[in-house]
């Protein structure tokens, strides 16, 4: 079965960092373009960062470009979003998908909570 | 700042029919644009419905369909069902290795 499972998320202060991990199974995760996606509490939802197939190629939204950093580890099979400088309105859950042919394939989400 | 825009909101009466619309605050959706449709209902994980303009995910009824308008992006529901009451997204690719998503617009089924 085809899965994407996010962890990481949690609270965490204002300034502060945390680096949310998507694990996938399944399929092998070197062969497709992933992205991380946010929702924040009953908002739509908004692209953050997408990365190419071997990690070479990286591109983020304006509003996290300088804090987030998008990664990932093929042989483990895993997708990384390292989050820096931290803010109260980056408050959401955080989505990784896979990227095939401009098909997106969701995982379940995982919930960071910016405040103090 | 490009924006992709989309109706807050619309309404269909079960059995009808409704488009959907996704724009850009400046310049036209084309097909190299790759618009995709996502549905979610509050709560959930989002599902995707269709992908590069036209294409329906798997699993996907073809009471879905999507397409290109004029100057926007489009998604038809053909017999509305109740389960159909939703918020749905666009997505759009905005410049190279930028996307995009719409504010949503949010389905009710009456």
């Known amino acids: 079965e085809v899965q994407l499972v996010e962890s990481g998320g949690g609270l965490v202060q204002p300034g502060g960092s945390l680096r949310l991990s998507c694990s996938a199974s399944g399929f092998t995760l070197s062969s497709y373009w992933m992205h991380w996606v946010r929702q924040a509490p009953g908002k739509g939802l908004v692209w953050v960062s997408r990365?190419?197939?071997?990690?070479?190629?990286?591109s983020h939204a304006d509003s996290v470009k300088g804090r987030f950093t998008i990664s990932r580890d093929n042989a483990k099979n895993t997708l990384y979003l390292q989050m820096d400088s931290l803010r109260a309105e980056d408050t959401a859950v955080y989505y990784c998908a896979r990227f095939h042919n401009f098909e997106y394939f969701w995982g379940q989400g995982t919930l960071v909570t910016v405040s103090s | 700042q490009t924006v992709v825009t989309q109706e807050p909101s619309f309404s269909v009466s079960p059995g009808g029919t409704v488009t959907l619309t996704c724009g850009l605050s400046?310049?036209?959706?084309?097909?190299?644009?790759?618009p995709s449709w996502i549905q979610q209902t509050p709560g959930q994980t989002p599902r995707t419905l269709i992908y590069?303009?036209?294409i329906r995910s798997s699993g996907v009824p073809d009471r879905f369909s999507g397409s290109i308008l004029g100057n926007k992006a489009a998604l038809t529901i053909t017999g509305a069902q109740a389960d159909d009451e939703s918020d749905y997204y666009c997505v759009l690719s905005v410049r190279s290795g930028i996307w995009a998503f719409g504010g949503g617009t949010k389905l009710t089924v009456l």
């Open positions: 400046s310049g036209s959706v084309s097909t190299s644009s790759y």
């Open positions: 990365i190419s197939k071997d990690g070479s190629d990286t």
């Open positions: 590069s303009t036209n």
